[in-house]
């Protein structure tokens, strides 16, 4: 396939038997678009995206399969810092044939074909499998380790450059008040 966009990817599956029991594979490279994200990962936009797919005809439909690794940038929720990760997603769809989906509804009514994909043609539209699969595959708050201590509150250094005994001075809450006042008076009698 030279067509290496994500968006819109489509796999044709002509050469895969009507017949039940057969099989075939297919690799792709696909390429990161620019809206490959969540508000906290993304995968970066131009990166590769390989992907190795497998389809499988049965009696009522095509059994398809795939894997595709995707590198994910990221903050660490804690101490912001970059987090580059490769990831593995697997992919695993049945789609029906038009044919056992009428079948299936006739015996089931419509509620026993709820949600089930029906195989349009010779064509399995990928972006929409993918894309789901890997956007619910990113951490919701993802860090750099498990154990990451984060940053200072006070100072926003990270606690794992800080020695153990790191803590600041702070000044009771009425003391700050009265300094604020003292500042205060300066000024004006700077200005008068
Ligand atoms: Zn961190
Ligand atoms: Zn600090």
Not at 50 to 59: C, E, G, R
């Amino acid at each position: 396939m030279s067509n290496r966009k994500f968006n819109g990817a489509v796999l044709d599956i002509t050469t895969l038997p009507t017949e039940p029991d057969h099989e075939r594979t297919f690799h792709l490279d696909l390429i990161a678009p620019d809206d490959l994200k969540t508000a906290v990962m993304a995968v970066p936009e131009g990166s590769d995206i390989p992907v190795d797919i497998t389809v499988h005809s049965l009696i009522d439909g095509v059994l398809f399969q795939a894997n595709a690794t995707v590198d994910l940038h990221a903050e660490c929720v804690r101490c912001l810092d970059p987090i580059k990760i490769s990831r593995d997603i697997d992919v695993s769809e049945m789609f029906f044939t038009p044919e056992a989906i009428a079948r299936m509804r006739d015996e089931h009514g419509d509620e026993g074909v709820e949600g089930l994909e029906v195989l349009e043609g010779d064509k399995i539209e990928l972006e929409p499998l993918l894309r789901d699969n890997i956007v619910t595959s990113f951490p919701y708050q993802p860090l750099c380790s498990q154990d990451c201590q984060g940053l200072c509150d006070v100072c926003g250094e990270k606690w794992a450059n800080l020695p153990d005994d790191h803590k600041h001075e702070l000044l009771d809450p009425r003391f700050a008040k009265l300094a604020g006042f003292f500042d205060k008076v300066d000024s004006e009698q700077k200005e008068s």
